[in-house]
């Protein structure tokens, strides 16, 4: 076949065909894989599975009860109550009994799921569960000496009232034969007990007694009050404490006036975050039973066996400074959502606080492998790899002078018991998807980023060299143009792809 000057417009024709098309392929391939390198398209993958709309895996496992962290708690026994009451030894002396474990049952219940607003509406129902084996006794079984809590939080709300007031209590001390110090089963100290002296007081000055009997636990785990709260659901504040109400429990308690309202900012439950945290995020944790959040900070990494980095976080001191203005440093001021008594909570034996505040405390033995409290996150899905809370509850009370029964606990913190809080293992149940996520799927995503590049590179290269062959063919033509040639031609002079 021979090449004339009308065949040569039909391969110019076809030749720039197929140049814009190798072209157009070998950009679109090439901005897909520049568009995947820089949207991250495994962190989208998560944030779409971890999602809370309707009927997803995520609002589907926020409606389940589920076994959340165990609770061990210890208890301050004295060891010197005789001593310290008769005022021969001026420091009371302490010896920690523990632990007592629970595990916390929780559900969520009256769910309200509003997508449009972002936001999910709920009631927390938390119950414990005593967990033998991994306590050193029933609670019922073991007695311990340990300050009466009755009357000193009787004592510290009335200590400030007006002379005739406190005469009166400690006539009513002393009438009701009130013991400084008690016996009494460690159940009954956790979870309250009847008191004469608080019924006493609940009838002499109801507005400022709200209680009907005192416990560690009962004030922790109010059963008498119920919580309302509002969280966020969108990638950036996902599972974020927005509100929190507390209310008294009745019939109708959802159209009554809430006994309390907060409102947070950067705060979680402690369990699950927003997904694709960055160091700079700010987080606080908030649990139940405690109005004041903990605000956390960033102290490094910790490399995993599933092949990614946790991020490790402590509680900042700034958690435990900042009501030194209204003078309690180094504890957090608790007075305000339990009724007035004066509960702080600090670290656990006093772990870096002023030993000023614990002078008079023999028994106090801070160390921080067994006190100090972290918390182990997972950045990229937004949950926690491992949480130890360790917190202490005090007694920070004043000036307790106006009764004998009660003047040797003057100005004195006073440690009560300590909780230390654990999540349950979760590694078993996501390893695979952490494997998954830090190196099986970067693996798979970089091989495909780079076969795409290198498939559009060639595309590129060989539309490029049919734009050089077709530039060499409209030379041709133009010679054939300007010479009017009409002669044949080999067809390997004006061939633009080869055969």
């Known amino acids: ?47 779409y599975n971890t999602r809370v709309t309707n009927n997803s895996f995520m609002f589907n496992m926020f409606q389940k009860e589920v076994e959340g962290a165990h609770l061990s708690l210890y208890v301050f026994n004295v060891t010197n ?12 002396n302490v010896q920690e009994v523990g632990p007592f474990t629970y595990a916390e049952i929780r559900q969520n219940i009256d769910i309200d799921l509003d997508e449009e607003a972002g936001e999910l509406e709920f009631t927390p129902n938390m119950k414990l569960r005593f967990v033998p084996e991994q306590s ?20 510290s709300l009335v200590s400030s009232l007006p002379f005739f007031i406190r005469n009166t209590f400690k006539l009513l001390f002393s009438t009701l034969n009130c013991k400084s110090i008690t016996t009494i089963d460690v ?19 109801p507005g400022i007694v709200y209680f009907d009997k005192f416990g560690i636990m009962d004030r922790l785990y109010d059963n008498k009050t119920i919580y309302r709260m509002r969280v966020g659901i969108r990638d950036e504040d996902r599972f974020s404490i927005k509100t929190l109400k507390k209310y008294m429990k009745s019939d109708n308690w959802m159209n009554e006036r809430a006994l309390e309202s907060y409102k947070y900012k950067n705060t979680y439950e402690g369990a699950a975050y927003p997904p694709g945290l960055n160091v700079e995020t700010p987080i606080n944790i908030y649990r139940l039973g405690v109005c004041r959040e903990l605000n956390l900070e960033f102290h490094g990494t910790k490399n995993m066996e599933y092949g990614g980095d946790a991020w490790i976080y402590r509680i900042s001191n700034e958690t435990f400074n900042r009501d030194c203005a ?25 772990l870096e606080t002023d030993p000023k505040i614990y002078e008079r405390i023999k028994g106090i033995n801070p160390d921080p492998s067994k006190h100090d409290s972290h918390f182990l996150l997972e950045p990229n899905i937004g949950i926690s790899l491992s949480t130890s809370l360790s917190l202490q509850m005090n007694m920070n009370l004043a000036d307790l002078r106006f009764s004998d029964k009660t003047e040797m606990f003057s100005d004195l ?59 060499k063919c409209k030379a041709k033509k133009k010679a054939y143009a300007k010479l009017n040639l009409r002669q044949n031609l080999p067809l390997i002079q004006c061939q633009l792809t080869k055969t």
């Open 136 to 155: 050193v006794a029933r609670p019922e079984d073991v007695i311990v000496t340990v300050p009466n809590l009755a009357l000193l939080s009787v004592a």
């Open 1 to 47: 076949m021979a090449v004339t000057g009308e065949n040569l417009n039909l391969f110019y024709k076809k030749g720039s065909r197929l140049i814009i098309i190798t072209a157009i392929a070998g950009v679109t391939i090439l901005a897909a894989a520049l568009v995947t390198m820089a949207l991250d398209p495994i962190q989208l993958l998560i944030n």
């Open 81 to 92: 109550a005789q001593e310290f009451m008769s005022g021969e030894d001026h420091s009371l």
């Open 413 to 471: 913190v006073l440690p009560v018991a300590y909780i230390k809080v654990v999540q349950q293992d979760v590694f078993d149940a996501l390893y695979g998807i952490l494997r998954t996520i830090h190196v099986t799927a970067p693996i798979t995503l970089i091989s495909i980023e780079v076969t795409m590049f290198l498939i559009a590179v060639a595309i590129l290269a060989y539309s490029g060299l049919l734009l050089y062959r077709r530039s």
């Open 326 to 350: 209204a003078g309690v440093c180094g504890m957090m001021d608790l007075s305000s959502c339990t009724y007035g008594i004066p509960i702080t909570m600090s670290r656990t034996h006093f």
């Open 187 to 205: 159940y009954s100290f956790l979870w309250g007990y009847s008191d004469p002296l608080i019924s006493q007081a609940y009838n002499i000055v």
